[in-house]
C-alpha cells in the first residue's frame, strides 16, 4: 500500500481495490476487502511506519494519499523494512521472470544473527570466537552495541574490555555464546549516530577525530556522487566544467581510502596533505607492482 501511494501519489478506494486484484499477494480464495479492512490497514501502516494516510474532500474525488510522505527520511530502519517488503511484492509478481533477472546475494549472517540480536535486546555480554584473515581464532568477550551492513556483509559492533570500539565480520564469528551477565548501553547513543564520522565500518584505534575533507572528482564521477553521495556529510564547494569538488568531514579510515582508490583516476584528494600522500603512496606501491611487465 504505501510503495503503491508512493509511486500513484492519488487513488480511490475503488483504484486501491483494482490494484489489489492485480497484486501477486491477492489470492482468489480470499474475502473481497471492504472499506474497513482498508482503513484497519491505513491504522496499522501509521503504527508500523508514521506514514499517515489521508482522504481528500468530495470535490477531490475522495482520494487516498500520504499526507508526511517525508516520514521516511533519515529513517533507516523503517526504510529497510519497507523496502524489504515491496521488493518482495515485485519479485513474486516476476516469478515468470526468473533467467532474466540477477541479483546480488542478501548479506551472509552465518548462522549469527539469533545469538547476536538477542544479546543486544537484553544488553548482556558475549563471549565470541573471532578469526581474523591470516591469523588463529581468538576468545573475546564484548559488549554487544550495534549491527550493520556494509558491502553485502553483516557486522557487529563491539566494545571491548580495554574500552576500544571494533566491527567484527559474522561470517568470521566462529562462536557466539550469550552470557548472563549484563552491561550498561548509554540509552543516547545510537547506531546513526555513532558511524556518523566514519565510513562503511571501520573502527581507526585511537581517538582519532573527524577532519575536513576535500576529493575532486572527475569524468562521469562528479554526476554519479551528486546521485549518490559517498558520505552523509558531502556537499559541493566548487563545480567547474571538469570537475567538481565536494567537502567530507569524517575520520578517514582505510575503507574510505579503499573507496577512492577504487575509482582509480576519477576520484583525486585535494585535502588534507597527510590524506594525500597516504593515497599517493598506496597508488604508487600499485603502479610498482606492473613495473617489470
Same mark, same amino acid.
Given at each position: 500500500m504505501v510503495e503503491l501511494l508512493l509511486r500513484k501519489k492519488k487513488l480511490t478506494l475503488n483504484e486501491i481495490c483494482n490494484e489489489w486484484d492485480r497484486s501477486a499477494a491477492f489470492d482468489k480464495s480470499d474475502e473481497i476487502l471492504n472499506r474497513k479492512t482498508w482503513y484497519k490497514t491505513f491504522e496499522d501502516i501509521e503504527m508500523i511506519y508514521g506514514i499517515l494516510i489521508e482522504v481528500t474532500p468530495p470535490e477531490e474525488g475522495y482520494k487516498y494519499y500520504i499526507l508526511n510522505p517525508e516520514a521516511l527520511k533519515g529513517r533507516d530502519v523503517q526504510q529497510w523494512m519497507l523496502?524489504? *517488503?515491496?521488493?518482495?511484492?515485485l519479485l513474486e509478481e516476476c516469478l515468470g521472470m526468473y533467467n532474466r533477472?540477477? /541479483?546480488?546475494? +542478501?548479506?551472509? $549472517?552465518n548462522g549469527m544473527l539469533e545469538p547476536i540480536t538477542r544479546a543486544i535486546n537484553g544488553n548482556r555480554k558475549m563471549e565470541v570466537v573471532y578469526k581474523r584473515y591470516g591469523q588463529n581464532p581468538k576468545r573475546h568477550i564484548v559488549e554487544p552495541y550495534f549491527i550493520k551492513t556494509y558491502n553485502h556483509r553483516f557486522y557487529i559492533l563491539c566494545k571491548f574490555k580495554n574500552g576500544y570500539y571494533f566491527t567484527l565480520s559474522f561470517d568470521r564469528i566462529l562462536e557466539a555464546n550469550v552470557l548472563k551477565e549484563h552491561f550498561n548501553f548509554p540509552k543516547d547513543l545510537f547506531a546513526e549516530d555513532f558511524f556518523n564520522d566514519y565510513f562503511g565500518v571501520m573502527i581507526p584505534p585511537g581517538d582519532k577525530k573527524p577532519e575536513d /575533507? *576535500?576529493? =575532486?572528482? =572527475? @569524468?562521469? $564521477?562528479? +554526476? @554519479?556522487?551528486?546521485d549518490t553521495p559517498l558520505h552523509k556529510s558531502q556537499h559541493i564547494i566548487r563545480e567547474e566544467l571538469e570537475y567538481v569538488d565536494f567537502s567530507y568531514h569524517l575520520v578517514p579510515s582505510n575503507d574510505f581510502i579503499g573507496a577512492i582508490l577504487h575509482q582509480g583516476d576519477r576520484l583525486e584528494v585535494i585535502a588534507p596533505k597527510d590524506l594525500r600522500n597516504q593515497v599517493k603512496t598506496q597508488l604508487e606501491k600499485a603502479y610498482n607492482l606492473y613495473l617489470n611487465d
Open positions: 523496502a524489504c *517488503v515491496a521488493h518482495r511484492n533477472i540477477d /541479483i546480488e546475494g +542478501f548479506p551472509s $549472517e /575533507i *576535500v576529493i =575532486r572528482a =572527475r @569524468y562521469d $564521477e562528479r +554526476f @554519479y556522487l551528486k
